[in-house]
């Protein structure tokens, strides 16, 4: 055999083991190829949906929800479905304003504060109290009082009996309450007088008696001008409009609750 011959045959055995080879690489390709894809089925088969897709779902009253798969492909998630919209009664209800109770009707109320709505019936206040006016006088009165026994002067006994008979009177014929102002002279005028008789009948004659009795029935003329007489009556519609009231809302944004009114 020659050597181009020798050549040759080396050269044929070479090609045929790369052959081989390349074959055997390309079966063992395609061998992992096909066990990757088997694999791949085998774990789609096992997963319940695709994660993260969406299907449509039923909800009530026929309409259509989304039902979304969780992440691991296990399940479906619960079916969500979108809520009707609010009746238009509720919108309108949610908007109302706030008002006080003392001064508007009781249907102007929001229906989930009943208590509100007992609370407009409550009795308005009697009036505003201006005693303290009448006090003021009755203290001119009794200081000039002292002042007299004090500089042994009659002549201050003049303004001091007459701050006192006529001082709440004024004051209350000032507020326009003349049948206030005709009690309280009443009271002042009478009371005193009655007191002196009474402390003189007690004693056979005598001035001590007189002197504590009158003094007495003044005293209590005063307190009875003061705390019962000195409070100015409203009218029903002032009295609604003056009084403060309680008011309460509740509506979808929130619940408030305040005090409200003129003072």
């Known amino acids: 055999m020659t050597t181009y011959d020798r050549r040759m045959a080396r050269g044929t055995t070479r090609g045929v083991a790369l052959l081989t080879f390349a074959a055997a690489l390309a079966v063992g390709a395609e061998a992992r190829g096909q066990s990757r894809r088997g694999a791949h089925r085998e774990r789609s088969a096992e997963l319940a949906c695709v994660p993260g897709a969406q299907l449509s779902c039923a909800c009530r009253g026929g ?31 949610g908007s109302e304003p706030v008002h006080p109770v003392g001064a508007t009707p009781a249907a102007s109320v929001s229906p989930a504060t009943p208590w509100a709505r007992n609370a407009s019936l409550a009795p308005a206040p009697s009036g505003r109290w201006y005693g303290w006016q009448v006090l003021l006088c009755d203290l001119a009165a009794e200081g000039f009082g002292v002042a007299a026994v004090l500089s042994r002067s009659a002549i201050l006994l003049v303004p001091s009996g007459a701050l006192h008979a006529l001082g709440g009177p004024i004051v209350h014929w000032s507020h326009g309450n003349a049948g206030r102002g005709f009690a309280s002279l009443g009271l002042r005028l009478g009371l005193p007088l009655v007191g002196a008789l009474i402390g003189a009948a007690a004693n056979n004659g005598s001035s001590a008696p007189a002197i504590v009795g009158g003094a007495a029935g003044s005293v209590v003329s005063i307190a009875l001008d003061i705390a019962w007489l000195a409070r100015e009556p409203r009218s029903p519609a002032l009295s609604a409009s003056r009084t403060p009231g309680v008011f309460a809302s509740v509506t979808q944004q929130g619940a408030a609750l305040g005090v409200a009114g003129s003072f």
């Open 63 to 93: 309409r259509e929800g989304i039902q979304v798969c969780d992440g691991s492909g296990a399940r479906l998630l619960p079916c969500e479905c979108d809520e009707p919209a609010a009746p238009p009664g509720d919108s309108v209800r």
